[in-house]
């Protein structure tokens, strides 16, 4: 017994003791700067370092908090209010369709230019904030809230409910887990949204300008410092949400597996061709008029900012226009391949680092604090860093995308594990299926939807990875084509690569969305989308 | 507002369209449940049994026919609170304790739960959950969680039950103590209830009429009437007369 007991003792600090390990070896490889030239200074040394620095940080962070936090309380506000109501009407989800996909897939640092010359330096950090909070939060609400029980939502039905009922009773209390998982993917971006604006922007405090003094002073201990200081604070906030869900979670798994398959909404049908094509036109005009209704509302300069129009005028009707395409056609070629390379490899140790923690949940214990580090470590901050260590090639782009598409991929995969109902995962069991065989008869099918979610998730994150290699450290693709723009005050080039991307970003996660229908259709199951 | 208790479908179609094929769910279904009697649906398994009480409740919309329930429109009598249900699964919500599970109704029909705060007492009593108000779902056993949602149908005293196979997960033993312990629970409410069920003894010991369907199309075949005085007890379930009817309706249930 007293040996068990220990075992199960040890068995829980497992995680602190390889972490520990882990730390203590990056003292060792650190201390002797072997490893790029000092690139990779030795923990000890990043903490005499934040410890010289101490009186500079607290109006730095206090900046950036502010920024992050209005930004995330926006974003998130915005985006369960918009989730309840795509819910409720279906309509409206897609006419916001449009709208939706392009603010998702609004790279921040092709857009982080455009934010700077449009508004003034708080309101364009806390813009981004609540635009890398909005999405993430959006959809796992909209997925959250349409896949509670069928059967309860059939008792408030019977009652005579309508659709605010089963949202006010059933919905929304069901789609807690799912709403805390979105708030915790928002909660790392957020930070890292407001420091990215800071970085591209002007103003005096906030750690990205911290960042960006200190990038000259080749001090690799006081980057660090500042990146370890910013991951601690997305990560409190992360870890917030997963105690919050955590705690949600154990009530709320359904008993049973609803077996109903979900059928077409009527109203699918009884729409016609006309109408149907109408709407996704709506849709698509919809950004576009929120664009240029926007630079309308702010009264900038037209030199400065360019509406659809100006951008149009720009690459297609102007004299310089042949070059902007040829440059344009230029930077695609490069970025395209390598984001696609990328968001794959990025989804695929997600999916396996989910497998892997379901089955060892130790290995997602030590894991997770280091995926956490990747992930909220400014990676503006970290590439120059990179740039050290892996030198200037593919592998910088890829190692960078990689680790920006994993974190949100893992943690959407995992939450899709967890919901998997107990009743199902006990039934290959009792035929003595092996671990391995009931991942895949049960816990990755029913966890497919969260699968495709993370997908849709990772594309615009893939080439937010890929641009910003491209910008700091290949010199190659979108990135760098955004980067000298600014440089030459090439206004038009600034928001035709940001419009671009954007577009891009669309085309993949279109085809995502295709790959799904096609999956779920065959299946019969609900997309989330 | 209800104008009687009765539940009445006059040749009630509804075809339903899956992604490959399309099932007659109900061809020409016509059904009359008096007021105060207990009326046993039974039939294989996708026969449409089920189809029939969610178009009484209003949750589906038949193709065509004519459906009353308490005289008038499904939805206007359960959005009354005329009516009570309890479906299979047992269909409570995960984070809502036994007590707040039974006060569902109450809270979609935006009354005030403190009016009801004795008789979800009284019924927790009834269904024999004493000591269990405060528990979850999650930790309950089936037998338990199908109790709660009897008792969360009976909530709001409702002239009309629907119960769809409600005690289809039990065990036979256990589901022998629910059918009597239904059976004493009803008589106390007489509510007109139509009760869809696959166990032969279970709708001759409950019901008043049997109504025996048959698949593709759903249809009803024949209703069979239940002659048998009330109370019955338990020594009915080893009565001849009792056998004789059960095999009579497992012969119309087979013989197509």
């Given at each position: 017994m007293a040996s068990e007991y220990q075992q199960n003792w040890l068995g829980r600090f497992t995680w602190l003791r390889n972490l520990l390990l882990l730390i203590a070896l990056w003292e060792?490889?650190?201390?002797?700067?072997?490893?790029?030239?000092?690139?990779?200074?030795?923990?000890?040394?990043?903490?005499?370092s934040l410890y010289l620095d101490r009186a500079d940080y607290p109006p730095h962070i206090w900046a950036t908090l502010q920024a992050a936090v209005l930004g995330f309380i926006i974003g998130n506000s915005a985006a369960i209010l918009a989730g309840v109501l795509f819910v409720i009407s279906p309509l409206a989800l897609r006419l916001a369709r449009g709208i939706n996909i392009a603010i998702f897939s609004l790279p921040p640092i092709a857009i982080v230019p455009v934010l700077v010359l449009t508004l003034s330096g708080m309101t364009a950090r806390v813009v981004l904030a609540a635009l890398g909070c909005y999405f993430a939060t959006m959809t796992a609400t909209v997925l959250g809230l349409s896949q509670a029980d069928q059967r309860s939502m059939d008792v408030v039905r019977a009652y005579g409910g309508n659709s605010w009922t089963i949202m006010r009773l059933v919905r929304l209390r069901s789609a807690l887990p799912s709403i805390l998982g979105g708030l915790r993917i928002a909660a790392p971006n957020a930070v890292l949204g407001a420091i990215l604006a800071e970085f591209g922007g002007g103003g005096r405090w906030g750690l990205g300008t911290y960042l960006l003094g200190s990038l000259g002073r080749a001090d690799p201990p006081r980057l660090w410092g500042i990146g370890l200081v910013a991951t601690a604070i997305a990560g409190l906030a992360y870890a917030i949400f997963a105690m919050a869900?955590?705690?949600?979670?154990g009530a709320s798994t359904a008993v049973t597996i609803p077996a109903s398959v979900a059928?077409?909404?009527?109203?699918?049908?009884?729409?016609?061709?006309?109408?149907?094509?109408?709407?996704v036109m709506a849709s698509v005009i919809l950004p576009l008029l929120v664009w240029w209704l926007l630079l309308k509302a702010i009264d900038v300069p037209s030199l400065i900012a360019k509406t659809p129009l100006g951008v149009i005028d720009y690459l297609f009707l102007a004299n310089s226009a042949p070059t902007a395409q040829l440059k344009l056609l230029q930077a695609f070629s490069q970025t395209l391949p390598i984001t696609i390379l990328g968001l794959f490899a990025g989804l695929a140790v997600a999916f396996l680092l989910a497998i892997l923690s379901e089955t060892f949940p130790a290995i997602a214990r030590t894991m997770l604090p280091i995926a956490l580090v990747t992930q909220?470590?400014?990676?503006?901050?970290?590439t120059p860093l990179l740039v050290l260590l892996l030198g200037r090639g593919t592998a910088v782009t890829l190692w960078i995308t990689i680790s920006?598409?994993?974190f949100p991929s893992f943690a959407t995969i995992a939450q899709g594990l967890i919901l998997v109902p107990k009743a199902a995962l006990e039934l290959p069991r009792a035929y003595g299926a092996t671990k391995v065989k009931e991942l895949q008869l049960v816990a990755v099918p029913a966890s497919l939807p969260y699968l495709f979610a993370a997908l849709r998730l990772a594309v615009p994150r893939a080439l937010l990875g890929v641009m910003i290699a491209e910008w700091l450290a290949t010199g190659t693709g979108l990135g760098n084509l955004l980067n000298q723009s600014r440089g030459y005050l090439d206004y038009g080039m600034i928001w035709t690569v940001a419009a671009a991307s954007v577009l891009l970003s669309i085309l993949l996660y279109q085809l995502v969305v295709l790959a799904e229908r096609k999956l779920f259709g065959r299946l019969g199951m609900k997309t989330s989308e | 507002m209800m104008i009687d208790r009765s539940i009445r479908l006059e040749n009630v179609s509804k075809t339903f369209y899956t992604r490959s094929k399309e099932v007659k769910a109900l061809e020409n279904v016509s059904l009359s449940c008096e007021p105060g009697s207990l009326t046993a649906l039974i039939g294989p398994s996708g026969c449409g049994k089920s189809t029939i009480l969610r178009v009484a409740l209003g949750l589906e919309k038949p193709d065509t026919g004519l459906v009353l329930t308490g005289g008038t429109n499904p939805q206007i009598a359960t959005a009354s609170g005329a009516t009570g249900v309890a479906f299979q699964d047992s269909a409570l919500l995960p984070w809502r304790t036994v007590e707040g599970n039974i006060a569902l109704p109450i809270d979609v029909l935006g009354k005030r739960r403190s009016e009801f705060g004795g008789y979800i007492r009284d019924l927790i009593r009834l269904v024999g959950l004493e000591g269990f108000e405060k528990s979850l779902p999650g930790e309950l056993s089936g037998g338990m969680r199908q109790r709660v949602s009897i008792a969360r149908a009976l909530v709001t005293s409702p002239g009309?039950?629907?119960l769809d196979e409600p005690f289809g997960a039990l065990d036979q033993i256990l589901r022998r103590q629910m059918n009597i312990e239904l059976q004493r629970i009803w008589s106390e409410s007489r509510a007109?209830?139509?009760?869809?069920?696959?166990?032969i003894d279970e709708a001759v010991f409950l019901a008043d009429q049997v109504a025996v369907m048959h698949n593709r199309p759903g249809r009803i075949v024949t209703i069979i009437d239940i002659p048998f005085r009330r109370p019955r007890s338990k020594e009915l379930f080893s009565q001849t007369a009792f056998h004789k009817l059960g095999?009579?309706?497992?012969t119309t249930l087979h013989g197509e």
């Open positions: 060792v490889v650190g201390r002797p700067k072997l490893v790029a030239s000092g690139a990779l200074p030795p923990p000890s040394a990043i903490l005499v869900g955590y705690h949600v979670t059928s077409t909404s009527s109203d699918e049908h009884t729409r016609t061709p006309l109408i149907r094509a109408s709407l909220t470590m400014p990676l503006v901050a970290l920006v598409t994993f | 009309i039950l629907l007109t209830t139509l009760l869809v069920t696959h166990g095999d009579a309706i497992a």
